[in-house]
């Protein structure tokens, strides 16, 4: 296990568009592994593998104990609406409200390559649509409201 580098905001490869991931074998697990060492030394709640130079659809979610790996989500239903205060590892210091759906349906694949379906609701929704722009190359940034640099 390692840490990795988290790219800042500045940085090319966060607005570039990820690409599915197809080799799901030890590298991708200690890719995986190396994530979920990087997210807990940060100490934030989503990390996508474009912010460690990964262009790969691979996100994590670590939130009230969960530790969630998705490689090549797909969030196929979403409703409601909820404004809520959002950051991001890549844009230390800043703040801002976003609004997002309140809840999600996410199909990814697992590890091993396995499909499986999540329905997320309040924070873990947020994460997700948040680590989802990511993949896309979005910031929180581009549609928060009331920025805050702290
Ligand atoms: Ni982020």
């Known amino acids: 296990m ?8 500045h940085e090319p490869i966060l607005r ?14 200690q ?19 474009n912010q460690v130079g990964i262009l790969q659809n691979i996100f994590i979610l670590h939130n009230e104990g969960k530790r969630l ?6 969030i196929i239903r979403a409703e409601g609406e909820a404004i809520g205060i959002e950051g991001c590892l890549s844009c230390p210091n ?16 697992d590890r091993q390559g396995s499909e499986f379906s999540l329905v997320l609701q309040d924070l873990d929704a947020r994460i997700v649509s948040h680590e989802t722009d990511h993949l896309f190359g979005k910031l929180f940034k581009d549609i928060a409201f009331d920025l805050q640099k702290v």
């Open 69 to 74: 790996e998705f490689i090549n989500p797909k």
């Open 2 to 9: 390692a840490q990795r580098n988290i790219f800042l905001q």
């Open 94 to 109: 800043e703040y801002g409200k976003v609004k997002r759906h309140q809840t999600v349906e996410v199909v990814a694949l």
């Open 31 to 49: 890719l995986l592994d190396d994530m979920h060492e990087t997210l807990d030394f940060a100490g934030g709640v989503g990390l996508a593998a």
């Open 16 to 29: 570039k568009v990820c690409k599915d991931v197809t080799d799901f074998s030890e590298h991708l697990w």
